[in-house]
């Protein structure tokens, strides 16, 4: 199967900086679109950031100008570069995937364990 794991999460102070990673693993043919979310504790979980394969991204409106979301295709892995963390920006982030399998070229979507992000004085 596909797996998923972040790496990055922890601990900050307002203004600081953070970087997540997401590796994918497994029986891969093709990785699409890749996205981060975040679930702040009582919130629904909420889209932060996508990246088409060809390297289109989008944003949510409340991280433009500070969240960056890239890719490294070679090593099947995107980035959240992260920059004037506030504290609503704590929350749990999970990475996502839309993966094409080598199992019978099935194409569906993976997510990772999450890694937590809080930012607090």
């Known amino acids: 199967q596909v797996q998923l794991v972040e790496s990055g999460g922890g601990l900050v102070q307002p203004g600081g900086s953070l970087r997540l990673s997401c590796a994918a693993s497994g029986s891969i043919s093709r990785i699409y679109g890749m996205s981060w979310y975040r679930q702040a504790p009582g919130k629904q979980r909420e889209l932060v950031a996508v990246i088409t394969s060809g390297g289109n991204t989008n944003y949510a409106d409340s991280v433009k100008g500070r969240f960056t979301i890239s890719r490294d295709n070679a090593k099947n892995t995107v980035y959240l570069q992260m920059n004037s963390l506030n504290p609503e920006d704590t929350a749990v982030y999970y990475c996502?995937?839309?993966?094409?399998?080598?199992?019978?070229?099935?194409?569906?979507?993976?997510w990772g364990q999450g890694t937590q992000v809080t930012v607090s004085s």
């Open positions: 996502k995937a839309v993966v094409a399998t080598m199992m019978l070229g099935a194409t569906g979507d993976y």
